[in-house]
């Protein structure tokens, strides 16, 4: 029996669109500006897998009144398995070889991409999607194709369920709809505000809703019934004005916003899906012009390796960009990057995707079997070597994921406490900062307070050295949102004799309102705001409002770290971020500065 989805008319335009959909996660991943919204790139994904593989199964009981679920999932596993497998025993055998530190955080990692629970194995692990200072995995891409294996594992059973129960398509509509909707709000409503958003991004109930919402376009849309044969002139004019607003405004999207906006979770995910639907739609259709426009060869390229592409080129950057260049841009190294994911995209497409999808395992394995003759060409012997080179790194895989070649752990120079507080001192009148500026006047507070994160653990020392009255309060991936309870703890300090130092924004966005809720707390106090230096995404979005919230109280300072600290890499370490001695002595500096301004003012 021929498998039903070849029947299937090919759609060139839709290969443009999965093009388009893998730049814009590739851009986004490289953090450049214009590709803030490039992690919807994900949701194109998730709404055309959804479409395809619902026409596929309609198509199916049409012809046949079942679903032939046996050849279906056959040739998903030929699709997926394949690509992902040889990837992650590459960049195991890679991390074995070349960065064997990072082997703890692959073993579990491994383990559940090849099992396709990637997505729930970061949630229960509390690994963060858009953090990237705690030793990043290589792998952290697998999470949508987890979520994309288990649509194709249960999508299938509950649709055979509704078709056999309900025997109306009308009615199974209603309910994938429903589906829809309480997924999106059930994203809504587990969105916190300024916490890390990674486990409604990361959840397949958080996020069924794109692939379901490609679901519904297959019953009203189906592909394998779409014909360019009578169709008035004003419906094929209202189709392409429909596909390029849609595709504008994709492109808006990508463009304006970003992963932290609460909008985002709230709704804003939804309608973008329901765009992507309109524009896969118009695309699918043989009359419309985008469809035609998306067809252009090179993006046809880039679209029929997109699976390859995006499963390689996270391992790519992470694994081959020093700390120092994250947020940064060395534009050789990546196009170098760029390069190297398109060649290894090649040639997973071409010796391993296409022959296993075609003719399958048993045919793929006699094929690429060893075989050595004295007489053979060049050729021959690359076929002779590669299997064996392959099977060198599967056992490095097997003995880096056991396991066996992990390293013995060393001490990080980065403290390791969770949670350290030193207690108030008596104040000493002998007490100075060593190398004090020349001043007739110094900071005169009976108690100061900080607040901070992991950087705040970095300025314990020099802090306390120049405040013997401080309390310091630092916590490792602390958001500011977990600061307001924080702060209810040191009620004693909003009162016009302290000063209060506040740095956060390292790990995260978050919203006017926190921050104005923070500051509240301490209404009365001196407080002194440290802008970000952290070169990731929301390092822009954090010090604009940090600046807006010092011009805005007269009771706040801001302490401009970002600008010393972008001229000055030699104070940080080499994720660019935490600081070193000297860069925490010369932030320390810098607020000392910052109280003699203020005690100068008033």
């Keep these: 029996m021929a498998n039903t989805q070849l029947q299937h008319r090919y759609v060139h335009g839709l290969d443009g669109l999965r093009a388009l959909a893998v730049i814009f996660v590739f851009a986004y991943h490289y953090g450049f500006s214009w590709a803030s919204g490039g992690f919807l790139g994900v949701s194109i994904f998730f709404v055309l897998s959804g479409y395809l593989i619902t026409s596929i199964l309609l198509k199916q009981y049409d012809e046949h009144q079942k679903l032939l679920l046996p050849s279906f999932f056959k040739s998903r596993i030929r699709r997926l398995f394949p690509a992902a497998f040889f990837m992650v025993v590459c960049v195991v055998a890679w991390t074995v070889l070349f960065k064997p530190s990072l082997l703890s955080t692959l073993q579990g990692d491994a383990i559940a991409g090849l099992l396709y629970i990637s997505n729930w194995w970061f949630i229960f692990q509390d690994v963060s999607y858009f953090d990237s200072f705690q030793s990043p995995s290589p792998i952290k891409n697998l999470w949508s194709l987890a979520i994309e294996e288990q649509f194709y594992i249960i999508w299938p059973l509950l649709l055979l369920i509704g078709l056999r129960f309900t025997r109306k398509k009308k009615t199974v509509l209603f309910i994938i709809s429903c589906g829809a909707l309480v997924s999106a709000l059930l994203m809504g409503a587990l969105y916190e505000p300024g916490m890390d958003p990674s486990r409604v991004y990361y959840g397949t109930d958080t996020r069924s809703f794109e692939l379901l919402i490609g679901c519904c376009l297959a019953f009203v849309w189906p592909l394998y019934r779409l014909s360019s044969k009578n169709v008035p002139s004003t419906g094929k004019f209202i189709l392409n004005v429909a596909g390029l607003t849609s595709l504008l405004l994709v492109f808006l999207c ?349």
């Design 254 to 602: 990508t463009s304006l916003l970003n992963e932290f906006a609460p909008s985002m979770y709230r709704g804003g995910m939804f309608l973008v899906s329901l765009n992507a639907a309109v524009l896969v739609a118009t695309i699918s259709h043989p009359s419309s012009i985008i469809g035609k426009l998306l067809s252009f060869k090179p993006l046809r390229w880039i679209g029929t390796r997109s699976y390859g592409i995006y499963l390689w080129h996270y391992p790519i950057i992470t694994l081959t960009t020093p700390t120092t260049e994250f947020g940064e841009f060395n534009y050789v190294h990546i196009s170098l990057q760029v390069i190297a994911t398109c060649f290894i995209a090649e040639i997973s497409y071409r010796f391993i995707e296409q022959p296993i999808r075609k003719e399958g395992f048993k045919t793929f394995f006699r094929q690429t079997l060893p075989t050595f003759k004295p007489s053979a060409t060049f050729r021959s012997h690359l076929k002779f070597a590669a299997p064996i080179v392959f099977v060198i790194f599967f056992l490095l895989f097997t003995l880096g994921v056991t396991g066996i070649l992990e390293p013995k752990k060393t001490e990080s120079k980065q403290p390791e406490a969770v949670h350290i507080e030193t207690t108030a001192k008596p104040i000493s009148q002998d007490n100075n900062l060593k190398e004090k500026e020349s001043s007739a006047k110094e900071p005169s507070y009976t108690q100061v307070l900080s607040i901070g994160d992991s950087v705040m653990l970095n300025l314990a020392d020099p802090l306390q050295e120049t405040y013997p009255n401080i309390v310091i309060d630092g916590k490792v991936g602390r958001q500011l949102s977990e600061a307001l309870n924080v702060a209810k703890n040191y009620a004693q300090f909003n009162e016009p004799s302290s000063a209060v130092i506040i740095q956060l924004g390292t790990n995260g966005y978050f919203t006017e309102e926190q921050l104005d809720e923070l500051l509240k707390q301490f209404s009365k106090a001196d407080v002194y705001l440290i802008n970000a230096r952290v070169p990731r995404q929301w390092e822009t979005e954090v010090n604009e409002k940090l600046e807006k919230a010092a011009k805005e109280s007269k009771n706040v300072m801001l302490v401009d770290w970002h600008t010393l600290g972008a001229n000055h890499p030699e104070y940080f370490t080499k994720d660019g971020v935490h600081l070193l001695p000297e860069g925490a002595e010369q932030l320390t500096k810098l607020i000392y500065k910052a109280m003699l301004k203020s005690t100068d003012i008033s």
